[in-house]
């Protein structure tokens, strides 16, 4: 597939002061992300560029080096709007609302892109037993009305929502680029996992160009980690307290991987003193429960987003099964507390050296 070129002013991406500005940002000063932290050691320089894209930042950073890696930089956040105008279900010129309104009367084709991130979305729905599933979109939109009324679904609505749900009603055929539904009112949602197969190209398009050390974030909840910073053998990435949200948990190092937080501490509702979180069980219909946080560490970030949020919907049991036989996946799960607030997370096929926990946290390690 030839290059996607960007079509933005590459200046028009640079956040703050000039790049002689940028370059002198300690390295102290934190990312904060949703349930992520990213930091640099102390006495290390960055350079940042940024973007606005599918209703979040975008960052670059870089080590400080030629100004082209500023221009490059913007560069690759260029590419953004292009995807996000493919995976969007918020457009109504998009490729993938397009593809949601024909392909339940006939056969469509499909941009190549958009094959690629949806064949990904239900291989991982696959292998997670459907507790991650692009297919979802009907049940979100039934929690989002519901929500703006201010009430919850009832169990009718939700039975009748889950017909229209499940990767069984979608025939892609990779081959010639087609999609069809087989029931109408089938929706394709790839919020869960549009924004890490975003980061993916956008990496890909920097090592095109000789950058292969350089961290990625996008959403406050997604991290790809190339090369290192500054001689430390990766990037530091902190992982927040999701009860406490000023206080580290723990200290992953990211080297060449991805890792994704999904959590329920900020976005939930109450209602008639019920707290419901955002993230949905797409088998069951209701919002799933047991768990505070998810972060997976995966090789793309395309496949840590997706595993966050079934990792959050299926628990440790999921977790431990799909990291035994996926061997570059590993997985920090913070359940709620069963007493108090003493967190009790779950480790799951990452290694002492890779990540550094404060001294009164808990750790159980699951092998």
């Known amino acids: 597939m030839a290059k996607e070129r960007p079509t933005h002013s590459r200046r028009g991406f640079l956040s703050g002061q000039p790049v002689r500005d940028a370059a002198q940002r300690a390295a102290t000063r934190d990312l904060e992300l949703d349930g992520l932290v990213t930091s640099v050691p102390e006495g290390r320089d960055t350079i940042r560029a940024t973007t606005r894209a599918m209703a979040t930042d975008f960052v670059v950073v870089m080590n400080p080096g030629p100004p082209r890696q500023v221009m490059t930089a913007g560069d690759a956040l260029g590419l953004l709007e292009p ?5 969007t279900v918020y457009r109504e010129d ?6 949601n309104r024909s392909a339940a009367v006939e056969r469509t084709i499909v941009d190549e892109q958009l094959v690629e991130v949806i064949a990904e979305a239900m291989r991982i729905a696959e292998r997670t037993e459907s507790a991650f599933d ?3 979109g009907p049940l979100i939109d039934l929690w989002r009305t519901a929500r703006a009324d201010q009430r919850i679904p009832t169990e009718e609505e939700v039975a009748a929502t ?3 749900v499940g990767t069984k009603h979608v ?11 087989d029931t109408e009112g089938v929706e394709l949602n790839l919020g869960g996992i549009g924004k890490g197969f975003a980061l993916d190209r956008l990496v890909e398009f920097l090592a095109e160009e000789g950058f292969e050390d350089v961290l990625l974030h996008g959403g406050r909840s997604s991290i790809l980690a190339r090369g290192e910073h500054a001689g430390q053998g990766g990037w ?5 307290d999701p009860l406490t949200r000023n206080r580290r948990l723990a200290t992953l190092l990211l080297r060449d991987q991805a890792m ?3 959590g329920s501490s900020v976005q939930y509702f109450r209602h008639d003193g019920q707290r419901y979180g955002h993230i949905l069980d797409p088998r069951t219909g209701w919002p799933a429960d047991g768990m505070l946080s998810v972060t997976v560490v995966a090789p793309t970030a395309a496949e840590a987003d997706a ?3 079934a990792f959050f919907v299926g628990g440790v049991a999921l977790a431990s099964t799909y990291c035994d036989n996926q061997k570059r996946v590993g997985a920090v799960l913070v359940p709620e507390p069963t007493v108090g607030r003493t967190l009790s997370p779950v480790v799951i096929g990452l290694a002492d050296d890779q990540l550094f926990f404060q001294e009164d946290v808990d750790v159980r390690r699951v092998e």
Do not use: H
Not at 83 to 87: I, N, P, T, V
Not at 94 to 99: E, F, I, M, P
Not at 171 to 181: F, G, P, S
Not at 236 to 240: A, L, S
């Open 162 to 164: 889950l017909t229209r």
């Open 307 to 309: 595993l966050s949020t």
């Open 83 to 87: 995807l996000e105008q493919k995976m």
């Open 260 to 262: 994704s937080t999904s």
């Open 134 to 136: 692009p297919t979802s």
């Open 171 to 181: 025939r892609l055929d990779e081959t010639t680029a087609t999609i069809r539904y």
């Open 236 to 240: 530091p990435v902190g992982i927040v």
């Open 94 to 99: 998009a490729d993938l609302v397009r593809v």
